[in-house]
């Protein structure tokens, strides 16, 4: 691609890529889900494409939380415990931020993270774990999204204005793009317009500048993914550094502080994560003129092994060049059914060995893996569990895998996760053809045997809040059809009966009113499952065989983060 040459080609110029979070392998746990994950692959991508990017992301030395799941289904957070000796490499450059009117040192760790063709780039995780910090100060990139409204700002002031002033202190004196991967990074911007005056510019004039040389993504509709601070709070943790009038003004709203929109009002480039999310955005905030690029995956990072095998036996080239999946078709549907056969005895046998569950590979086994939020509607499927019963007596053993995280503070989260532990113990002391478990501790790990070893893959957010989600993607390449409501990038990727199945309405008919409604869109599912989607899998194979090639040749040959990658470089690094 001629553009990436010329980005390639021009050295000293760099991307530098800020994200609270990096899900880059689990034996770095510095993410929590689908926003870190999405930054991990982006950015093997941009190593795989040799596009000159620099990461700059926090240490999270305890991690997320490790999951532990009690007896009565109650989450208990635990830290992680992890060797950063022995993944990354301490750099010597040191940096100060302001904090309260302290002076807070931040280091950086360095993680060189290697592309298929071998090309490295630089990640750098920042951290106060040092000595000359009081011991508030160590702690404050210790956890991930843990404490207080106060901790998490702290956390966005080392983030924005400590990545920057680390950035410099690197080398990196040259930046093309500053792209924030949501607003936890947006008070880079300010830093930036700081410089400008230190240099003698006049910040109004310089703002445009800056906004030049500003990408921002943001990955939410739910309003609480917009992190927001008081105002007073604001002024308290950031002290001397003083943020213009003019811009105070746009980015203060019932006397909080949004970061979003710091991060929107300060970017040239704006976009969403799905074409339905740019379009709900755009209704968020009219005026700002806000393009969508959808996500995608690494496909190297969640092939599982014996799709690999196939891939590379029929489609040579096929890992630095995903959009050659759409050939899948002349793939032998023997092939894709013995790679998926290994896939899931590979996961059930996982499952049996944590769980003594006794779980068969023959019976048909949903996936469900994700953040434990209430919009996410994780216990949609067990709305009516007689019912749910009742399909599998009549049409085919069922067997259902639950597994995901709720934030710390999510007591409602944590009450799903409970909820459903609790089902899944009283279903399964029945005698009937429905089993269920819920897996402790979901992480990439875990992650890549579910995507590969399910034979559907379930979403069920109420619309329109699922900005894009990348778990469906993740099965779609292993020839896994996603069964999801119609929201994110599934109103992209979903052709009926051909890549996987609808629940409800579409975003764009006639009753999508009513597209929130819980029992409706439980009706449905219970009427696909029943109906259309466990007959097929039990009395046509041939027919479900043809569905997970589809998948693969229409869906994991686009979403993918190569097609991403250059929608980024094509229409906002080279805006």
């Known amino acids: 691609m001629h553009t990436c040459r010329n980005l390639h080609h021009s050295e000293k110029e760099h991307i530098a890529y800020f994200s609270m979070e990096m899900g880059i392998s689990h034996t770095i746990p510095t993410y929590s889900g689908g926003l870190g994950v999405l930054a991990g692959d982006l950015l093997k991508s941009y190593a795989d494409m040799k596009i000159p990017v620099v990461g700059i992301t926090l240490l999270n030395e305890k991690g997320y939380f490790y999951q532990k799941i009690d007896s009565e289904g109650n989450q208990k957070e635990l830290p992680v415990e992890w060797n950063t000796n022995e993944t990354l490499s301490l750099m010597p450059n040191e940096v100060f931020v302001g904090i309260e009117g302290r002076k807070v040192k931040v280091r950086a760790w360095k993680l060189m993270v290697r592309g298929y063709t071998g090309n490295t780039i630089p990640v750098f995780f920042l951290d106060t774990n040092l000595a000359e910090n009081s011991d508030d ?41 500053y792209h924030m991967n949501e607003g936890h990074a947006a008070l880079l911007t300010i830093e930036l317009l700081k410089k400008s005056e230190i240099s003698g510019m006049r910040a109004d004039h310089f703002i445009e500048t800056i906004r030049e040389k500003c990408v921002f993504t943001t990955h ?12 007073a709070l604001f002024r308290k943790m950031l002290g001397d550094f003083l943020i213009p009038d003019q811009i105070m003004e746009k980015i203060t709203q019932d006397n909080t502080v949004n970061m979003t929109l710091l ?23 009219p005026e700002f003129r806000i393009d969508s690029i959808t996500n995608g995956i690494h ?21 630095l060049d995903p959009f050659t999946l759409r050939y899948a078709l002349s793939i032998p549907t023997e092939k894709i059914w013995d790679a998926h056969t290994n896939s899931k005895k590979e996961l059930i046998d996982s499952i049996n060995n944590r769980t003594n569950i006794g779980f068969h590979i023959s019976r048909f086994t949903v996936g469900y893996a994700r953040r434990f939020t209430g919009y996410k509607r994780p216990e949609l499927i067990l709305h009516d569990i007689e019912k749910l019963i009742s399909i599998a007596e009549k049409v085919g053993d069922v067997q259902i895998i639950f597994a995901g995280k709720a934030h710390m503070q999510d007591y409602n989260g944590k009450e799903i996760i409970k909820k459903i532990f609790q089902t899944c113990s009283e279903v399964n002391k029945k005698e009937t053809k429905l089993r269920m478990v819920f897996l402790e501790n979901y992480d990439m790990k875990l992650a890549r045997m579910l995507v590969a070893g ?21 099965a779609a390449l292993n020839g896994v059809p996603q069964f999801s409501t119609l929201d994110g990038w599934w109103v992209e990727g979903h052709i ?31 009427e696909k499952l029943e109906n259309n989607i466990i007959p097929l899998f039990y009395s046509n194979p041939e027919k479900w065989k043809e569905i997970m090639r589809h998948c693969i040749a229409i869906n994991a040959s686009f979403f993918n983060t190569y097609r991403m990658a250059q929608q980024y470089i094509a229409n906002a690094y080279l805006y």
């Open 220 to 231: 939410t509709p739910v309003a609480a993914g917009h992190d927001k601070f008081d105002v």
């Open 263 to 285: 991060g929107l009002t300060m970017s040239k480039y704006l976009n969403g994560v799905a074409k339905r999310h740019g379009e709900i955005t755009r209704e968020m905030f």
């Open 299 to 319: 496909p190297q990072t969640w092939v599982s092994p014996y799709f690999k095998e196939i891939f590379d036996e029929y489609i040579p080239g096929w890992a």
């Open 137 to 177: 100060d160590k702690k404050l990139t210790s956890f991930l999204y843990g404490g207080d409204r106060k901790y998490r700002l702290a956390q966005e002031i080392i983030l924005g204005i400590g990545g920057l002033r680390m950035l410099e202190s690197l080398g990196y004196t040259n930046i093309k793009k």
């Open 454 to 474: 399910c034979d559907i893959w379930l979403n069920t957010p109420q619309k329109p809040f699922e900005a894009s989600g990348t778990s469906g993607m993740k």
């Open 496 to 526: 009926e009966g051909i890549t996987g199945w609808s629940i409800g309405t579409h975003p764009h008919g006639s009753d999508s009113e009513s597209s929130g409604d819980f029992a409706k869109d439980a009706k449905s599912m219970y």
